[in-house]
């Protein structure tokens, strides 16, 4: 007695449901993609635009990246935010500034050493530099220490209140530009577009699982027709 050939339609149903789901996701990573490298793209651009005031740059939608020259004052208090960069991990130096239109700030002056001295940064300077939004907290982030002045991820909030003592005109931090002043004796690692961008790979594994797919149903296929009735 032969056993039945096995049903091909639920087979079919759910490798046309799954097909078409591998197939959404990889159309939309390819349009991720596209969107990434835009966004890449411009900001490739504005780091490489002439620099415009505060004021310009906190006028536009969104002043993320935006190349900013202000001049004025910084304050008394610096904070040391604990960083990681490709020259090693150390304590970034974050200061209250006061443009001379009384704008303020947080400014992230460049990279200091464990034990390192910063030197205070008296009278007006002019300053060069790029706007950064800076996102919540992640998982593994240990708790800042504000009493001890360790700080191990970007409260902004908490920094411009410890830093500031007043609201900032922008929640925006300023990171300075290499050869700025107030940067002499810090490690000040030139702005990049640091944007993940793995959205190629992703759609091509959800196409190659598209594939397998096929390959699989068609194995199926041939191998029913060769089961006796």
Do not use: C
């Amino acid at each position: 007695m032969t056993a039945a050939r096995p049903r091909a339609w639920p087979v079919l149903l759910a490798a046309g449901v799954g097909l078409a789901i591998l197939l959404s996701l990889g159309l939309w990573q390819v349009q991720r993609l596209a969107w990434k490298e835009r966004l890449i793209a411009a900001i490739d651009q504005a780091l490489a635009a002439e620099p415009v005031s505060l004021a310009e740059a906190l006028a536009r939608p969104d002043p993320d990246f935006t190349k900013v020259a202000v001049a004025g004052t910084f304050g008394e208090k610096s904070l040391r935010l604990l960083t990681a960069a490709p020259g090693g991990a150390g304590w970034m130096i974050v200061q209250g500034f006061t443009s001379t239109d009384g704008q303020s700030l947080l400014v992230a002056r460049g990279v200091a050493g464990d034990a390192q001295e910063v030197p205070a940064v008296v009278g007006p300077v002019q300053l060069s530099g790029i706007l950064r939004r800076h996102g919540a907290r992640a998982a593994f982030d240990a708790d800042n220490n504000p009493a001890a002045n360790q700080w191990y991820w970007w409260d902004v909030p908490a920094m411009q209140a410890a830093a500031l003592g007043r609201p900032p005109a922008t929640a925006l931090v300023l990171q300075l530009l290499p050869a700025t002043p107030a940067t002499e004796g810090l490690r000040v690692d030139p702005p990049k577009s640091d944007l993940r961008n793995n959205h190629l790979g992703y759609a091509i594994t959800w196409f190659g699982l598209a594939a397998a797919l096929l390959v699989v149903t068609g194995v199926f296929l041939k191998q029913r027709g060769k089961t006796p009735v």
